[in-house]
Nanobody
């Protein structure tokens, strides 16, 4: 079983920065890709960023490219999302995610989310 716990959200003014953390427990995730998603009120959960198991490759939604940076520390079993130049449209609950393939099924793990609110 995998537990993911996000932290670092909060209220920030437009143009400000926040750093989200996702701490994993129950299993080492150094062999797995990790991602961040977000969900605004009344909207679907959208992809934000992802990183491969070794951190060599990262992927971003067009809306956050150049402003957000995903990184990971496998020694700490932690993934980060550095968010700069925040905009009001970045307001959402941010979720950490990983997907693990077991012998007979694939399981998506999600954290409980952390609220990010950007004021104009």
């Amino acid at each position: 079983q995998v537990q993911l716990v996000e932290s670092g959200g909060g209220l920030v003014q437009a143009g400000g920065s926040l750093r989200l953390s996702c701490d994993a427990s129950g299993r080492t995730l150094s062999n797995y890709g990790m991602g961040w998603f977000r969900q605004a009120p009344g909207q679907e959960r959208d992809f934000v960023a992802a990183i491969t198991w070794n951190g060599d490759n990262t992927y971003y939604a067009d809306s956050v490219k150049g402003r957000f940076t995903i990184s990971r520390d496998n020694a700490k079993n932690t993934v980060y999302l550095q968010m700069n130049s925040l905009k009001p449209e970045d307001t959402a609950v941010y979720y950490c995610n990983t997907q693990i393939d077991y012998a007979s099924r694939t399981v998506n793990y999600w954290g409980q989310g952390t609220q990010v609110t950007v004021s104009s």
